[in-house]
T-cell receptor, first 111, second 115 residues
Framework: GDSVTQMEGPVTLSEEAFLTINCTYT??????LFWYVQYPGEGLQLLLK?????DKGSNKGFEATYRKETTSFHLEKGSVQVSDSAVYFC??????????FGAGTQVVVTP | DAMVIQNPRYQVTQFGKPVTLSCSQT?????MYWYQQKSSQAPKLLFH???????NEADTPDNFQSRRPNTSFCFLDIRSPGLGDAAMYLC??????????????FGQGTRLTVV
């Protein structure tokens, strides 16, 4: 079945630093790819998505590009803020809409 | 303008006492999901409804059941909660469709404590 692997955390950064969280997937077809963010005690919020190869999703300064050749969907942000501290989940969606999540990466941004 | 609403946000139940968690949506989405998320782990899909069709994940224990009386509401019933069932339970919806292009919208979750 589909699976998603993302880098382990926690990732600790200073404010205004560059953030990258690696995510790779295995799938039999061509899944849609998502990044979700989870703040403490809350549900998951969609951060961005891409539905086909070479699509770039972007939102709130975050970006990720669907790379079919490397089966990757790495999340990047050029300048993080303390408010970006959260857990980030990469996910792949199959044709039936079911999501397979990665293990999550905790990001801690310090002032 | 909450779109997926879970009640309650926090639920404490006794070991072995049946408990029901509820989820409602204002999005008119076809698909509703229940996920279990334990501390520091990824959400794990328990089951989902596509309209009235129930789809159980193979490794979901029989202790977990679900009902969807109409498009807007979906319930998670835990028949005999054990200490290992303490977790955050997340409800999500999506439009459904064959293209897989449908993102999931999550509620804020219900934190279940078993005492």
């Amino acid at each position: 079945g589909d699976s998603v692997t993302q880098m382990e955390g926690p990732v600790t950064l200073s404010e205004e630093a560059f953030l990258t969280i690696n995510c790779t997937y295995t799938a039999t077809g061509y899944p849609s790819l998502f990044w979700y963010v989870q703040y403490p005690g809350e549900g998951l919020q969609l951060l961005l998505k891409a539905t086909k190869a070479d699509d770039k999703g972007s939102n709130k300064g975050f970006e990720a590009t669907y790379r079919k050749e490397t089966t990757s969907f790495h999340l990047e942000k050029g300048s993080v803020q303390v408010s970006d501290s959260a857990v980030y989940f990469c996910a792949a969606g199959d044709s039936g809409g079911k999501l397979q999540f990665g293990a999550g990466t905790q990001v801690v941004v310090t002032p | 303008d909450a779109m997926v609403i879970q009640n309650p946000r926090y639920q404490v139940t006794q070991f072995g006492k049946p408990v029901t968690l509820s989820c409602s949506q204002t999005l008119n989405h076809n698909v509703m999901y229940w996920y279990q998320q334990k501390s520091s782990q990824a959400p794990k899909l328990l089951f989902h409804y596509y309209d009235k069709d129930f789809n159980n994940e193979a490794d979901t224990p029989d202790n977990f059941q679900s009902r969807r009386p109409n498009t807007s509401f979906c319930f998670l019933d835990i028949r005999s909660p054990g200490l290992g069932d303490a977790a955050m339970y997340l409800c999500a919806t999506s439009r459904g469709g064959s293209n897989g292009n449908t993102e999931a919208f999550f509620g804020q979750g219900t934190r279940l404590t078993v005492v």
